[in-house]
């Protein structure tokens, strides 16, 4: 029988620590709905000391998602612990994952700790944490830079006390695969009581490896990935889940994979990824494996030629078992509501009749204008309608006076959610400069908050190419990230910057840096 590879999604943990990531309740539910139904075995909901919002979050997923284990982060202290399963004890299978460092430069520049002592801390966190549930996770922080025999001598200890998951993390990326490979096979030689744990590894990808150590550690016996859809994290990101659970299911040819298996619904990744992307704002690059634009897209004559012949050629997967469809024209301006909602629910979309009805009207203004309309266009204007769902300050009008000789301006309208309608003009060195000035004058938010990213994306291809715009603009330290979608890139430059200054209203706190 196959062995069963557990995937654990941190995404809405370690992947909203990218500096600008920070999402509300809301948007985290959609995101925890999406991995439920990529059939992940565990997701990380956040870390719940860290804030409110962070507590608040992972109760809502924890309350809401049923088919995953739900997992909250905590330190080895107490209080954490406590924190954790306050928000956790709703879920239908909950885990409390703790942590402390073990690395000598983490326990000497950071805990000020010895040995002994960081031993007997993590001891006490798993004895704590079993208290409330037998299902705990327990991480060594910086593992993969931690001297092998306290390594061992820690892990046992922490399976002794109570601990079902052990986790081995390459932190800062440090680690080559062999070397990671070979620290996991050490493992399971020298802890005499690893059989009555799951080993697990969390990957970072400061050096570009995590997805290889990742890999490399299921080889030799680790039995748990931990990962984020599309590489999200901290740094320079985490394990790409849809390169690691690909690689498991394409290359079961490699005798270490034979009788291995995850339990995800594939067709599901694509969906997932650019629903991530979408409330994120942050674009997956063309290249990308598995799920980037040009992840089956061929251009050289040569394996054109080829893959027409054979599709194995030069695929070595499907793109369909990845729920990559063609893009077809589906819908038109004829096309009705009722059409509309089937291939939303299709596209994996369950809107609100309000949502419905706006949305609806956003596709009918599109396909007067649009020859050709895509899944892409449609996901597009419904991601966009449904980012900006809890907004306080949404836009409404906007003109642009624009040329070779004369100074950009704009005329912008702006409804506020207590009921009030702003009107300013702004001139700038360009039209979108223009737009955005204008906004600073009706929102007082945008004063402080400077622009440090603006970038433009075309949804399909063609003159009338859907645009989707995303800002990331800093105020105090903090940083945020807005997208908005429109046939005109303007129109799609005002929504993304009232996009990210409605999230500097809601100051949210981000939450503490962990694992």
């Known amino acids: 029988m196959a062995e069963r590879v557990l995937v654990f999604d941190t995404t809405l943990r370690d992947g909203e620590q990218s500096p600008g990531a920070s999402m509300n309740i809301e948007e985290k539910l959609r995101i925890a709905r999406q991995l439920e139904r990529l059939r992940v075995d565990v997701i990380e909901a956040g870390f719940p000391i860290a804030s ?84 705990v996770e327990w991480s060594a922080e910086d593992a993969g830079r931690t001297e092998l025999d306290f390594l061992c001598r820690i892990v046992t200890a922490v399976i002794d006390a109570g601990a079902k998951t052990v986790n081995i993390p390459d932190t800062v990326g440090y680690t080559m695969p062999e070397e990671f490979g070979a620290r996991i096979a050490y493992l399971v030689q020298h802890v005499d009581n690893i059989h009555k744990a799951v080993i697990s590894v969390h990957c970072h990808n400061d050096l570009g490896l995590a997805v290889a150590n990742s890999l490399a550690a299921v080889a030799n016996g680790a039995r748990q990935v931990e990962c984020t859809i599309n590489g999200l994290g901290e740094r320079a990101g985490n394990a790409s889940l849809e390169e690691v659970v690909m690689a498991l299911r394409t290359r079961r040819d490699y005798l270490p994979f034979q009788n291995l298996e995850t339990r995800v619904e594939t067709t599901e990744i694509i969906r997932t990824s650019r629903l991530v992307s979408t409330i994120t704002g942050f674009p997956v690059q063309p290249n990308k494996a598995i799920v980037g634009a040009n992840a089956f897209a061929h251009e050289s004559g040569i394996h054109q030629d080829g893959v027409l012949k054979e599709v194995t050629t030069y695929e070595i997967m499907t793109p369909e078992s990845v729920g990559l469809a063609t893009n077809r024209m589906v819908l038109g301006k004829h096309s009705g509501r009722h059409a509309f909602k089937e291939r939303l629910r299709e596209l994996g979309y369950e809107l609100e009749d309000e949502q419905l009805d706006r949305a609806f009207r956003r596709f009918k203004g599109l396909a007067d204008m649009k020859q050709e309309l895509l899944d892409a266009d449609i996901q597009a204007l419904v991601d966009d309608e449904v980012i900006r769902e809890d907004d306080y300050y949404h836009l409404g009008r906007l003109h642009v006076a624009s040329g070779t000789q004369d100074t950009p301006v704009a005329a912008v309208t702006i409804h506020v959610g207590d009921g009030k309608i702003l009107h300013a003009t702004g001139s700038g060195v360009g039209p979108i400069d223009a737009v955005f000035q204008a906004i600073h004058k009706l929102i007082p938010e945008a004063g402080a908050a400077r622009l440090n990213l603006y970038q433009v994306s075309a949804v399909t291809g063609g003159m009338d190419a859907q645009a989707v715009v995303t800002v990331r603009l800093e105020q105090g330290g903090r940083l945020v990230q807005g997208q908005g979608a429109d046939n005109d890139v303007i129109v799609a430059s005002a929504r993304a910057f009232i996009n990210a200054l409605n999230k500097l209203v809601r100051r949210e706190n981000t939450p503490r840096k962990g694992v």
């Open 52 to 135: 409110v919002g962070d507590f608040e979050s992972v109760r809502e997923v924890a309350q809401q998602v049923r088919e995953c284990c739900i997992a909250g982060l905590a330190r080895a202290r107490f209080a954490d612990i406590d924190r954790a399963w306050e928000a956790l004890s709703g879920a239908e299978n909950p885990r409390i994952h703790t942590f402390i460092a073990t690395s000598p430069i983490h326990r000497q520049h950071k805990l000020g700790m010895t040995q002994d002592q960081v031993v007997e801390a993590a001891v006490a966190a798993v004895r704590r944490a079993v208290r409330y549930t037998s299902n």
